[in-house]
């Protein structure tokens, strides 16, 4: 055939120069030449031959047998487009998409994928459903999408599938539906489509379209992760970090949070910024720690924006800049971030870093604290205690005092304690403080373990037992606690059991209402 093809390309014969064109880019009947493949492609192209001019406009696209020029791959795409031949007309709405070797225009791109997609050209279906799917060219329509996908995902477009299995994961253009979503995240994976891996390790991990599986999960995560989808790096790395699906190593969580981070991804970035911040699977180096927290921040990542900012409002790895710190926290307060909020608010109150502003802080507090927050329920319990940016109003005090002990706070704990003690927005009742006080105390709070001790002291809500007054003021005195301290001295040199009268005024003495960030 080879020598047939040659006698009749070089009597001029067009479709034989095509022909001989093919045979010299894959090697039909004799030596591979790319070289001569383009030459012979060119003379059938110049005569018009669409097929031709389809391969030409291949060649100059990649550079093979003549020199790589975008401009006249899309040129020759143009021609053998425009004779309707549809795999140009396909190359033809990439150039347009990409804007390669001709102006970027979505429009055109649509058109030209339109004429290839009801050519059945498996690849065009796929882009007309993603410029559907997105709006690129087209008003989004996620039906037209959907219809698109599924032509495309059926001829094994693993793109396709993939966001086929998306628009049945969320509802996009078609009832949500989570086994028809892995079915085709499967399809898609089993292709080597690093999405859709990560997506059916998702599956498996949340049993959605599958029964829960945490290690396949991670098998899934594996391929996608190794394929580089960053995605999957930081859910593998979370898996490592907590042992879900495979073996606790942080070492490993370390890696895959890396990896991921170096990709981009701005959430496993703040991961890896806390594995510096606490020596997980990696030496500790707060500096470090700022370093990836100020990336994913950069990046838009409120978790990461709150660190960062806590970091400049410590000092931790960066210089302490109060300016800054509020700064930051501005940003993921905006995006939600309850901890931000509480801690913007708390700068309002002092003045760092804002103008000081003690109504602003209680608009953050309460947006904290309406989130669940509970240091930010303990500060606003504070300011309504205290009559800052707020109508002083000690029943509602007690109200945010309650909530945010309830939620464990042990400062909290200590203001409802006091709350109790003194009747302060409730009935008087020392055996309740004393439960409040004990519940700080266990937490390590040492002020609350000192009222503890003067309640043991003196049997204030609880049976009198000079021993666990003396146990509990050991307690706080080990942390620093001056009272606590005192009344150890006062104890010893008394003999247990003297100076009861002295310990119930020590009581009322220097009342420490607090305060706390996130």
């Not at 390309?9 to 034989?16: C, D, E, M, P």
């Not at 309002?348 to 904290?368: F, I, Q, S």
């Not at 400062?411 to 519940?439: H, I, M, P």
Request: proline share 1%; glycine share 12%.
């Amino acid at each position: 055939a080879f020598e047939c093809y040659s006698k009749a390309a070089k009597q001029g014969n067009v479709k034989a120069q095509y022909n001989l064109g093919v045979c010299y880019a894959i090697g039909g009947g004799v030596t591979k030449d790319p070289v001569q493949a383009a030459e012979w492609s060119a003379r059938a192209a110049e005569q018009g031959f669409a097929a031709a001019q389809y391969n030409l406009g291949y060649f100059y696209r990649n550079g093979e047998g003549v020199e790589k020029d975008p401009k006249k791959a899309a040129m020759w795409y143009e021609k053998a487009a425009e004779q309707g031949f549809a795999e140009a007309q396909y190359e033809l709405g990439e150039c347009y998409y990409y804007g390669n070797g001709i102006e970027e225009n979505n429009e055109e791109a649509v058109k030209w994928y339109r004429k290839a997609a009801e050519k059945d050209v498996a690849n065009a279906q796929c882009m007309l459903g993603e410029c559907y799917y997105y709006g690129y060219g087209v008003e989004v329509n996620n039906e037209e999408a959907v219809k698109w996908f599924r032509k495309a995902a059926e001829q094994d477009v693993a793109k396709a599938q993939n966001l086929l299995g998306d628009c049945y994961c969320y509802g996009y253009g078609v009832e949500p539906n989570n086994e028809e979503s892995a079915k085709w995240y499967e399809k898609a994976a089993n292709q080597g489509n690093t999405k859709a891996q990560y997506s059916l390790g998702r599956c498996y991990r949340n049993g959605t379209g599958k029964r829960k599986d945490l290690a396949e999960a991670v098998k899934w995560y594996e391929k996608a992760a190794e394929g580089g989808n960053a995605d999957a790096q930081n859910s593998l790395g979370y898996c490592y970090e907590v042992g879900e699906g495979v073996t606790e190593d942080l070492a490993k969580a370390a890696k895959w949070y890396r990896e991921s981070a170096e990709n981009g991804n701005e959430v496993a970035q703040c991961n890896f910024g806390l594995c510096y911040e606490y020596g997980k699977g990696i030496k500790k180096d707060l500096a470090e720690a700022a370093v990836w927290y100020d990336e994913s921040a950069e990046h838009g990542y409120a978790r990461a924006q709150f660190k960062i900012g806590l970091f400049y409002d410590k000092g931790y790895g960066v210089a302490q800049n109060k300016e800054e710190a509020a700064k930051w926290y501005r940003k993921a307060a905006d995006q939600g971030d309850a901890d931000a909020q509480c801690n913007l608010g708390y700068c309002y109150k002092t003045g760092d870093g804002v103008t000081k502003d003690p109504v602003r802080a209680v608009e953050l507090y309460r947006k904290a604290a309406d989130q669940g927050n509970a240091s930010a329920q303990n500060n606003l319990g504070y300011c309504y205690k205290n009559g800052e940016g707020v109508e002083k109003n000690s029943a509602k005090a007690v109200e945010w005092y309650r909530k945010s002990a309830e939620n464990g706070n042990a400062f909290a704990q200590y203001n409802l304690g006091l709350c109790y003690e003194y009747g302060t927005g409730v009935t008087l009742s020392k055996a309740t403080a004393a439960e409040w006080y004990r519940k700080a105390a266990d937490q390590g709070d040492a002020d609350a373990q000192y009222k503890l001790g003067v309640f043991y002291e003196n049997g204030y809500g609880v049976i009198k037992d000079e021993a666990q007054a003396m146990q509990w003021y050991k307690k706080a005195a080990e942390q620093g606690n001056e009272s606590a301290k005192n009344a150890i001295d006062r104890m010893q040199s008394s003999g247990m059991g003297a100076a009861v009268a002295a310990g119930a005024a020590a009581a009322t003495v220097g009342l420490l209402w607090k305060i706390l960030r996130g």
